[in-house]
Structures are given as structure tokens and as C-alpha cells.
């Protein structure tokens, strides 16, 4: 079966980074778009960035743009995001997802 599961999440001062990392299962990894969701407290979920099969088209939400960076591993079955400069309103649940899978989130919680 399907399986995305995220990792790399905590706690973070504002201005730092964190990156973080889905591991995928159960399907053909390389032949799929990749996508990281987040979502803030009483927030609908966002998408955040994008990722094609082959790794070479990348799509960034406005609000991460110039900081965010989306990149997978085919050989690896994982995608990752590299955060920098995160913001106290990059604080929300991030999750990976394909087709129509979902994975558990991993918590981002940025201070100030």
C-alpha cells in the first residue's frame, strides 16, 4: 500500500531553517509529481510547492518563494523541503502528497 511519511519538523527560531523529508512507498516514485500541503491553525491547507516526476518543474507558492526550495531523491523514494528564513507564519502542519495519498503532517512551528 501507499505509504508518504514526513519527518523533520520542530521548533525553530524566525530566520532559521529546517528541511524536511517524506519517504514514500508502496508506487512507482519516479513517474509522479510530488507536493508539500501545509496547513495553520484554523487555516485552510495550502500548497506550498510542487515537483514533477523528473524533478525539473518546480512550483512554489507566492509566500515561500526565494525561500523555500522543493527537491526529491528518485533513488531514495523521498522528497524533501529545504526551509530558510522561516517566519512565525510559516508555523502549520506539512504534509507530502501524490495521487491521492496524504501523509501524516509533520509539525513546523517557527517563534519569534
Known amino acids: 500500500q501507499v505509504q508518504l511519511v514526513e519527518s523533520g519538523g520542530g521548533l525553530v527560531q524566525a530566520g532559521g531553517s529546517l528541511r524536511l523529508s517524506c519517504a514514500a512507498s508502496?508506487?512507482?516514485?519516479?513517474?509522479?509529481?510530488m507536493l508539500w500541503y501545509r496547513q495553520a491553525p484554523e487555516k485552510e491547507r495550502e500548497l506550498v510547492a510542487t515537483?514533477?516526476?523528473?524533478?525539473?518543474?518546480?512550483n512554489y507558492a507566492d509566500s515561500v518563494k526565494g525561500r523555500f526550495t522543493i527537491s526529491r531523491d528518485n533513488a531514495k523514494n523521498t522528497v524533501y523541503l529545504q526551509m530558510n528564513r522561516l517566519e512565525v507564519e510559516d508555523t502549520a502542519v506539512y504534509y507530502c502528497?501524490?495521487?491521492?495519498?496524504w501523509g501524516r503532517g509533520t509539525q513546523v512551528t517557527v517563534s519569534s
Open positions: 508502496g508506487f512507482t516514485f519516479r513517474l509522479y509529481t
Open positions: 502528497q501524490t495521487m491521492k495519498y
Open positions: 515537483i514533477s516526476s523528473a524533478g525539473n518543474i518546480l
